[in-house]
């Protein structure tokens, strides 16, 4: 939703969008990395690839539209 308010050419920025995501789910990782057998980092770089296609999805979704 935020892309559709900037400028095509300044549309990176949307990922800023997704910040405030990423820190809440942060804040849960212990719960989360529990899922990983207790691996942080698995469970980190799991979030961190989700965030991204996230990010890719609503990218392209909004470029079509």
């Known amino acids: 939703m935020t892309a559709s308010y ?3 050419d300044k549309f ?3 990922g800023g ?3 405030p995501l990423f820190l809440l789910l942060e804040v849960f990782l212990k719960q989360y ?3 990983f057998n207790g691996d942080r980092n698995a ?3 799991t979030l961190a690839g989700a ?3 996230g990010f890719y999805a609503a990218w392209f979704w909004l470029r079509s539209v």
């Open 6 to 8: 900037l400028p095509s």
């Open 12 to 14: 990176a920025w949307t």
């Open 17 to 19: 969008a997704l910040l």
């Open 33 to 35: 990395a529990a899922l």
């Open 43 to 45: 469970a980190r770089l």
């Open 51 to 53: 965030l991204v296609a």
